[in-house]
Nanobody, 125 residues
Framework: QVQLVESGGGLVQAGGSLRLSCAAS????????MGWFRQTPGKERELVAT????????ADADSVKGRFTISRDNAKNTVYLQMNSLKPEDTAIYYC??????????????????WGQGTQVPVSS
């Protein structure tokens, strides 16, 4: 069982920055692909960014390229999402996810079997 706890969300003005953190329980964090997804009411959950178990492979959604960066610290069992130049359309609930069976970066929600509770990121214009 893996528990994921997100933090760092909150209201921010357009153009501002936030860093989300996701702390994972367990001793095998370094073997898990991690991802950040987001969801708004009435829409499907979508990938924001993903990072492979070793951290050498990442992928971002086109909508956040050049603005958001995913990283991980395996010694701290934590994955981060640095969000810069935030836009009102980035407003969503952001979820951290872990895959126990895929080791490469993956954009597919079905590859992730553990999810955090989500953290809200409202971006005001």
């Amino acid at each position: 069982q893996v528990q994921l706890v997100e933090s760092g969300g909150g209201l921010v003005q357009a153009g501002g920055s936030l860093r989300l953190s996701c702390a994972a329980s367990g001793r095998t964090f370094s073997s898990k692909t991690m991802g950040w997804f987001r969801q708004t009411p009435g829409k499907e959950r979508e990938l924001v960014a993903t990072i492979s178990a070793g951290g050498g492979d990442t992928a971002d959604a086109d909508s956040v390229k050049g603005r958001f960066t995913i990283s991980r610290d395996n010694a701290k069992n934590t994955v981060y999402l640095q969000m810069n130049s935030l836009k009102p359309e980035d407003t969503a609930i952001y979820y951290c996810a872990a895959s126990t069976w895929v080791s490469t970066a993956s954009k597919f929600p079905v590859h992730y079997d553990f999810w955090g509770q989500g953290t809200q990121v409202p971006v005001s214009s």
